[in-house]
Nanobody
Framework: QLVASGGGSVQAGGSLRLSCSAS??????????MAWFLHAPGKELEGVAS???????CYADSVKGRFTISKDVGKNTLFLQMNSLRPEDTAMYSC????????????????????WGQGTQVTVSS
């Protein structure tokens, strides 16, 4: 089970840190590829960032240099540090995970991941 939290309302230029807590898993998140996705109203689901079991990361162009994905394997938690937030970052953010390594160097689609969590809302005002 994946549970996302940390969303909220901030002004443009502000920061938020999202968390995705994993529980009930057979093995530690150390062995997992994990990712964050966003779903904005009227738009398709979009991959934001991913991190593989070997620690390699991948980011959407729109968030490069502003967002950082990381995981604390001791706490089985995935994080997304979001800095310099923009109104266009407003969306529901969800996390996903899988024990396989994605077959591509880009962010795998959410449908590829076996485990999904519910979303946490991020609202950025101008």
């Amino acid at each position: 089970q994946l549970v996302a939290s940390g969303g909220g309302s901030v002004q443009a230029g502000g920061s938020l840190r999202l968390s995705c807590s994993a529980s009930g898993l057979t093995y530690s998140t150390y062995y997992m590829a994990m990712a964050w996705f966003l779903h904005a109203p009227g738009k398709e689901l979009e991959g934001v960032a991913s991190i593989d079991d070997d620690g390699s990361t991948c980011y959407a162009d729109s968030v490069k240099g502003r967002f950082t994905i990381s995981k604390d394997v001791g706490k089985n938690t995935l994080f997304l540090q979001m800095n310099s937030l923009r109104p266009e970052d407003t969306a529901m953010y969800s996390c996903a995970a899988d024990y396989r390594r994605p077959p591509m160097k880009t962010i795998a689609p959410m449908s590829w991941y076996k485990y999904w969590g519910q979303g946490t809302q991020v609202t950025v005002s101008s």
